[in-house]
């Protein structure tokens, strides 16, 4: 009996290894096809089930006010000067805007309203400067956001009108200038926040919507001053925000 070629042995474990390969290969492919298909399968099924789906855009304008229950003293180490500031949010009214898209997905009566707007808002605050208690300084500090928001709303129709609630996430994209100048400071901020809406709106025509809604903060904002040696001086501020935009509808 003449030996078994190892040349011959050789391929054939090669042949054997590239097949199992191929076919893990394959694998890799078909499963999350498999998914994507599913998906897709209860998406299409899922359509039928909307009576509406619309896509909008909206724009309005927003009167937001600083909820701030005591004032915060903030102080500088001894190596820059002991310097002493107080802090205090105004709370009348500050104007701002916001505009974006939305789609509206209606399910059996019920509506579901993703949107991405951006919006404006600004605070004020008062900042004395009482390092020299015999003289104390005070000045009044503008902060302007920009922001990205995505509220989800969850609605119904009562009657002509329409109730909605939901979740809104807002994103920070600008860097407000300091509420101290004094360069031994600095100020962080909380990118990302967590928020609520709810509110009431109606539709004219089935084309044009308008909407009402108070805003508020799940959490206090933590803007934060921070000075050389690292310590954080939280503010306790929540912005609360009233709503009113028109959009239209296609």
């Given at each position: 009996?003449?030996?078994?070629?190892?040349?011959?042995?050789?391929?054939?474990?090669?042949?054997?290894?590239?097949?199992?390969?191929?076919?893990?290969?394959?694998?890799?492919?078909?499963?999350?096809?498999?998914?994507?298909?599913?998906?897709?399968?209860?998406?299409?099924?899922?359509?039928?089930?909307?009576s509406q789906?619309?896509?909008?855009?909206?724009?309005?304008v927003?009167?937001?006010?600083?909820?701030m229950?005591?004032?915060?003293?903030?102080?500088?180490?001894?190596?820059?000067?002991?310097?002493?500031?107080?802090?205090?949010?105004?709370?009348?009214?500050?104007?701002?805007?916001?505009?974006?898209?939305?789609?509206?997905?209606?399910?059996?009566g019920?509506?579901?309203?993703?949107?991405?707007?951006?919006?404006?808002?600004?605070?004020?605050?008062?900042?004395?400067?009482?390092?020299?208690?015999?003289?104390p300084?005070?000045?009044?500090?503008?902060?302007?956001?920009?922001?990205?928001?995505?509220?989800?709303?969850?609605?119904?129709?009562?009657?002509?009108?329409?109730?909605?609630?939901?979740?809104?996430?807002?994103?920070?994209?600008?860097?407000?200038?300091?509420?101290?100048?004094?360069?031994?400071?600095?100020?962080?901020?909380?990118?990302?926040?967590?928020?609520?809406?709810?509110?009431?709106?109606?539709?004219?025509?089935?084309?044009?919507?308008?909407?009402?809604?108070?805003?508020?903060?799940?959490?206090?904002?933590?803007?934060?001053?921070?000075?050389?040696?690292?310590?954080?001086?939280?503010?306790?501020?929540?912005?609360?925000?009233?709503?009113?935009?028109?959009?239209?509808?296609?």
């Open positions: 009996m003449k030996p078994f070629n190892p040349e011959i042995r050789y391929n054939i474990i090669s042949i054997v290894k590239r097949y199992f390969q191929f076919v893990d290969y394959i694998n890799l492919i078909v499963k999350p096809m498999k998914k994507v298909f599913a998906i897709l399968v209860v998406v299409l099924i899922s359509i039928p089930a909307f789906i619309k896509f909008g855009l909206k724009a309005g927003s009167t937001t006010s600083l909820s229950p005591t004032i915060k003293t903030v102080t500088s180490p001894a190596s820059s000067g002991s310097n002493t500031y107080t802090v205090d949010a105004l709370t009348n009214a500050k104007y701002g805007f916001h505009f974006g898209a939305f789609v509206r997905l209606t399910f059996f019920v509506y579901i309203q993703p949107e991405l707007l951006f919006s404006t808002r600004s605070n004020e605050y008062t900042v004395k400067d009482v390092t020299n208690q015999a003289s300084v005070s000045y009044i500090a503008k902060q302007s956001f920009n922001k990205l928001d995505i509220p989800v709303m969850l609605g119904f129709k009562l009657g002509p009108l329409r109730l909605n609630a939901g979740p809104v996430g807002s994103l920070l994209i600008n860097s407000p200038k300091a509420i101290i100048t004094n360069p031994d400071f600095k100020n962080n901020y909380n990118r990302m926040t967590i928020g609520y809406q709810a509110g009431v709106g109606f539709d004219l025509f089935n084309f044009i919507t308008f909407d009402l809604r108070y805003e508020g903060s799940l959490k206090k904002y933590q803007n934060q001053i921070q000075n050389l040696t690292g310590t954080k001086f939280t503010l306790d501020d929540r912005p609360n925000a009233f709503l009113l935009s028109v959009g239209l509808m296609f």
